[in-house]
């Protein structure tokens, strides 16, 4: 599934359900973009920024949600660059671990390659390929 193709099931009514390797996940917080006041009540919540190569703990979660305005600064130059602001909001089953049940996922997690500037040691050497859903796919349910 594509980024509009998800907000899309969204919009509709719909419940993407996706598989990823959540122990391959590398996490950092949102950020807090000085040009909006959007973004503030999520300031320090966990936000999934990649998954690395390695395949581990393959398990399914729900997106429940999308804000354009998250921000997380991926490639730690301290400016809000193209690529680094939007994220999915995803319901976990493990209870009130991250973000009280629910973590961000940056949008450029889902990308084969990262639309963010090049900056120190982004983008990372051990960046999965096919995005951070497992197999660039998803499912949806209608409810």
Known sequence: ????????????GHIPVIATYIFSWVTSSVGNDPATTADDAFNGQYIA????????????MTVVG???????????????????????KIANSWGNYWN?????I????????????ANGTWPTSDRVSGGIFQGSTGYTITV
């Open 100 to 104: 009280s049940g629910f973590i961000w």
């Open 106 to 117: 940056t949008y450029d997690s889902l990308c084969t390659v990262s639309a963010v500037p």
């Open 49 to 60: 920024t990649y998954e690395k190569n390695t395949a581990q703990g393959l398990h399914a």
């Open 1 to 12: 599934m594509f980024i509009n193709d998800v907000k899309t099931s969204l919009t509709n």
């Open 66 to 88: 999308y804000n354009d305005n998250i921000w997380c600064d991926l490639n730690g130059n301290g400016i809000v660059d193209a690529g680094e602001k939007g994220a999915f």
